[in-house]
Every structure is written in C-alpha cells, then in structure tokens.
C-alpha cells in the first residue's frame, strides 16, 4: 500500500461544487492544505480549465504535491444528451490542460473523478463489475461515444501522464448534503416522473462517503489504478426516488413508462442502464469503505441533520 498521509498542499480543480465542496472539508479534516482552482470568486487559484494559457499563467509560482480533478459543468442533472458536453470537454481538454498545469506546479499525484458509466450504459446484467472489466467501450450511438469517449480520455490522461502518479475514482450516483436537496422541490409538486421498471439497478454513493475516498486516494492509492466507489445496495432511480420522497415525508413520485421518457434521452439513456459494481478493490488498498451501505441510510442521516 502506498501512503501519502503526511500533509499535503492539494490543488483542487472543482473545489466550488457540490462534491469539490465534500471533499475539501474531508482533506483539510484530514490536515491536508487545499486550494481551490475554478472560475468562481471563492477559489484561491482563479482560471478556467479550458482556457490553457490562462490556467498555465494563474499556477505559475505555485507548488502542490497533489492536484485533483473535480471539475464538472453540470449545475442540475442532466436530462438531454447535449447537458452533458461542457462536461465532457472539461474530461478531455481540460483534463489535458491540468494535467499541464500539475506538472507546472510540481505535483507528483494527479487524482480524477471518474464515474460508474464509464463502464458503458445498458445492461450489464447482475454480475458486479470489477476494475478488471473493460472500461471505455465503444458506444453504441455517435451521442454516447461522445460521453464514453470523454471518460475514457480522462483516465488516460491521468494515467499516461509523465511524471505523475495518476489514479482515478469510478464513483457510483451522488447523492446526498448537496446532492439530494434539488429533488425536494419538484418532488413535493408531484413534477418528477420515474419510469415505473423496477429491474434496473445502478450503484449510488453518497456525498461525504465519496470525499472520504478521495481522501484516501490521495493518501494510499496505487499509482496507475482505478477503484470503484459506491455502496453495497444498488438501486433504481425509482426506488432511490421513492426513498427520497418517503425520508421527507413528500408525496410518492409519480410513475410513466420508461419509453416515454425518450425525448430526455440522456436521463432515457440512464434510466434504460443495468448495472452493479463491487468496491473491493477499495476496501481492501484504500482502506475505504461507505459509511452508508445504502442510499436509504444515508437520507436517513442527511433528514436528521437537517433537523438540528
């Protein structure tokens, strides 16, 4: 196991959203010194991910030992396919510009957010996949290319860098402090259909769970490794929305046919996916494993905190 668990100055790439939020707090619980690198006024490092010559100017002078890439386009859930291609060029040109600017500033660790489907959407069946399974095929139509080719590219990236320790994190579905709040509203006003198949499970994580892995990336992971991050229940987006809805005390979300979900193709897309990962690889060299074994368990503790 590699250990890196002295403190460290951390470059983060996405430190103002949601999950850039989770895992600054979890870094610098940990005694780790973060810096925030994104467009808004809150971050230490300001600079655009897409704008090399800017990014490369806005590090100039600065040291980190680490530097993680967060970034992320998306302010809502993504429910067409064309929501999701600022983010994918953040996974491909942005990636490749702070793989620059890592080197720039000296950083020997370059840790990336990656995701579940990355693995491919559709039916993957009832077998949990595994580091060792393909990542990045070839998608099915030009549209899903796109995204897989962007996550593909991303790790690559990551992981062919010269000079850098690059490891990736497959996280399952967010949820959670941050996460779970923009499904309330449309919730409570009975506006948020869910396909009424039950067979379809995908894996979820929730917010602070996923910023503990970060940390431990950045403290063991291997170099050149990816480790799959979620909880032990997967779970169907009906279900983990029945769940919200019950916790909350909101009215049950109303159900429609998968098929008529197709003009959101990109949430069509996800609903219309199968699949299951097994985080042991996780567990056993990053020493993690989810507080919440189920997203029912974390909406539990996210309603109580609410209450406080």
């Keep these: ?117 990355g693995y491919g959407y559709g039916d993957h069946g009832d077998r949990p996949l595994t580091e060792d399974d393909p990542f990045g095929p070839r998608g099915g139509t030009p549209r899903l290319e796109r995204h897989i080719a962007a996550m593909r590219t991303k790790e690559r990236l990551a992981f062919d860098a010269e000079a850098l320790e690059g490891i990736a994190l497959r996280f399952g579905l967010f949820y959670g402090p941050g996460g779970t709040d923009a499904l309330l509203p449309p919730l409570r006003g009975r506006r948020l259909p869910v396909p009424g198949d039950r067979a379809r499970v995908l894996p979820w994580v929730e917010l602070t769970d996923a910023a503990r892995a970060a940390v431990a990336a950045v403290e063991r992971g291997r170099p050149g490794q990816a480790y799959n991050i979620a909880d032990h229940t997967p779970m169907g987006f009906r279900a983990h929305v029945e769940a919200v809805a019950r916790v909350f005390g909101l009215p049950e979300p109303m159900t429609v046919p998968l098929w008529l979900m197709k003009p959101l193709s990109y949430a069509h897309t996800m609903m219309s996916s199968r699949l299951r990962m097994s985080c042991a690889k996780a567990e056993h060299e990053l020493g993690w494993t989810p507080l919440y074994a189920s997203s029912g368990e974390g909406l539990a503790a996210l309603r109580s905190a609410s209450h406080r």
């Design 1 to 117: 196991m590699t250990t890196n668990d002295q403190n460290q100055g951390i470059l983060l790439a996405g430190a103002s959203g949601v999950l850039g939020g989770h895992i600054t707090r979890a870094l610098t619980e940990a005694g780790h010194e973060v810096t925030g690198l994104g467009r808004s006024r809150e971050n230490g490092i300001r600079a655009d991910l897409m704008d090399r010559d800017a990014l490369l100017r806005a590090v100039d002078g600065h040291h980190f030992d680490t530097v993680i890439h967060a970034a992320t386009a998306l302010r809502k859930p993504p429910m067409r396919d064309r929501d999701m291609y600022a983010t994918d060029a953040l996974r491909t040109q942005g990636t490749a510009h702070l793989v620059e600017a890592a080197r720039a500033t000296g950083a020997r660790r370059f840790v990336v957010e990656s995701m579940a489907f």
